[in-house]
């Protein structure tokens, strides 16, 4: 079992799924706003390669549901 999130991307308000763990997001009234993948695409030219940066990489599965977590892990996640 596997499961994931859905949501509007915060720029273009396309519909995704995403893992919330790994999708790239913008920060906007203190919360995290998930980015889809042609947005996070768009921010990494304005804001790093167009300014001879790096582009920030998008993590593999940031786009796939999340694995399912067990207890003891989801445990350890609200400890951090
Ligand atoms: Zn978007």
Redesign the pocket.
């Known amino acids: 079992m596997a499961y994931f999130m859905v949501a509007s991307?915060i720029?273009?308000?396309?519909r995704i799924t995403f893992n919330p763990h790994l999708v790239p997001s913008l920060i906007v009234n203190g919360t995290k706003e998930p980015?889809?993948k042609?947005?996070a695409d768009k921010w990494n030219q304005i804001h790093r390669i167009s300014k001879g940066l790096e582009p920030v990489p998008i993590q593999e599965g940031a786009y796939e549901p999340q694995k399912e977590v067990t207890d003891t892990d989801y445990q350890e996640d609200l400890d951090e």
Do not use: R
């Open positions: 991307c720029n273009c308000g396309t980015l889809c042609n947005c």
